[in-house]
């Protein structure tokens, strides 16, 4: 059976109709918890047993802990987050931390929590029902991850938020069937300063660090910069490497098939 991977949110900010990274692989499984999670009604949240986070920054994690407090009690079993090191720390210290917001890996009790962490490390390959997970590298400015997901058929990868990274590239030459591939440009090139600084990609950097890749992946473009997107995709379009990949904005409710 093909995996279906809903897009939530995929913007670099908020706005009318726009929501930050929160893929939802199947109805179990989420790739970051942005405010994309907010439109999912109580039933499908619940239906969320597993969040595996690419990074510490509040666009991909605000919603982990609103989510628990608002299906915790409806639920038969803990939501399991997973998270380099660093991301589960920063989990434990500035978020559960009994005051910016309740510690639910001890309540209602440290046997029955609602929220368990987890860590898992670059290279992890985590097997979640039919589908394998498969932890990517990335640069950012803080530790950061991609990821892969292996179905039977073919796998998705994501880059999660990452500047250039050749590890990620070497990486993907890896995976098994790539069929989808999810690249971040956050930045227009007139901010490749502001790109550069903050670890992610501008067009230019982008296509300077692309390496070849089959020609039937499709690529998809995620984190634009709200009021930007237009002028990031017609930059990526100019460029030779990538035009011929025909690049596409990523758009939430999208859902992609693999
Ligand atoms: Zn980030
Ligand atoms: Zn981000």
Not at 14 to 20: E, F, H, S, V
Not at 51 to 69: E, G
Not at 150 to 163: I, K, N, R, Y
Request: charged share 15%.
């Amino acid at each position: 059976m093909p995996s279906h991977l809903r897009i939530l949110g995929c913007s670099g900010g908020i706005g009318k109709n726009l929501r930050t990274t929160s893929l939802l692989l199947d109805d179990d499984v989420l790739i970051d918890a942005g405010t994309g999670v907010g439109d999912l009604s109580l039933d499908q949240m619940v239906k969320i047993d597993t969040i595996f986070l690419t990074h510490s920054h509040l666009d991909h994690i605000v919603s982990v802990p609103l989510l628990i407090d608002s299906v915790g009690a409806r639920r038969d079993k803990p939501i399991c987050v997973f998270g380099l090191p660093a991301t589960i720390a920063a989990l434990q210290q500035h978020i559960f931390n009994n005051v910016i917001w309740p510690d639910f890996s001890k309540i209602p009790s440290a046997e029955r929590p609602f929220l368990k962490l987890f860590t898992l490390n670059l290279g992890d390959v985590l097997t979640v029902g039919t589908r394998q997970i498969t932890v990517l590298p990335a640069s950012h400015s803080v530790a950061a991850v991609g990821y892969a997901i292996t179905t039977e058929q073919s796998t998705l990868a994501f880059t999660g938020d990452s500047g250039p990274c050749p590890a990620f590239w070497d990486a993907l030459q890896t995976l098994p069937g790539l069929k989808h591939l999810i690249i971040e440009t956050s930045f227009t090139d007139k901010d490749h300063v502001l790109a550069d600084l903050s670890s992610h990609y501008c067009p230019l950097s982008l296509s300077q660090s692309f390496q070849p890749i089959d020609p039937a992946v499709q690529l998809w473009i995620s984190h634009l910069k709200p009021g930007q997107a237009e002028q990031i995709m017609s930059e990526l379009n100019r460029s030779e490497r990538l035009a011929k990949k025909a690049p596409k904005a990523l758009i939430a409710g999208q859902v992609l098939v693999f």
